[in-house]
């Protein structure tokens, strides 16, 4: 079997592609056939990515670990290419709607849900200053939109917002 992974390239998180390949090796013995995708949020990269893993690989089946824009075009293009595609979200925006289809399907890490819990848990702390530090751009707001809305359930508000690429740049700042 022959399985083309599509994974993210980041200075900040070097090492997840890596990571990512090393997770689906450990599954069993297969060719893999590796191909970055930038910070995965480029739906056209990702499917000419897509095209080259089909006509050129020949790989039985794709998986990837992509952002969570437009999400529907590669489902398109893999039943286009009739080759099953599995697509890890890293689940940055909740109210992803992809229709069924036959060959393309996600998993989401559901991370936007799960900040939601943060809410309660800052509010039992009596937190009051919040420094968020966020890599991925539409993963980053995800992020800061799903925290925002959970302190706003809890009746908070946020105090401080600071988006940076680095928690040592928050640390400088003593936040």
Known sequence: MKIGILVPQSKVHATIGKNFVNGIKMVGDFTVI??????????????????????????????GLVGDRDLTSLYEKANALELLAIFARLGAFPDVNIPDNKFAFSLSLNTCN?????????????WRKIGVSGSFNDVGYGFLKSLEDALILMERNFLDIILRHSTQDLMKQNV
């Open 34 to 63: 590796v191909e970055g995708i930038g910070y995965g949020d480029n739906p056209k990269l990702i499917a000419d990515k897509m095209d080259k893993f089909s006509m050129q690989d020949d790989v039985d089946c794709i998986v």
């Open 114 to 126: 799960a900040i939601s819990y943060l809410g309660p848990w800052f509010q039992a702390k009596n």
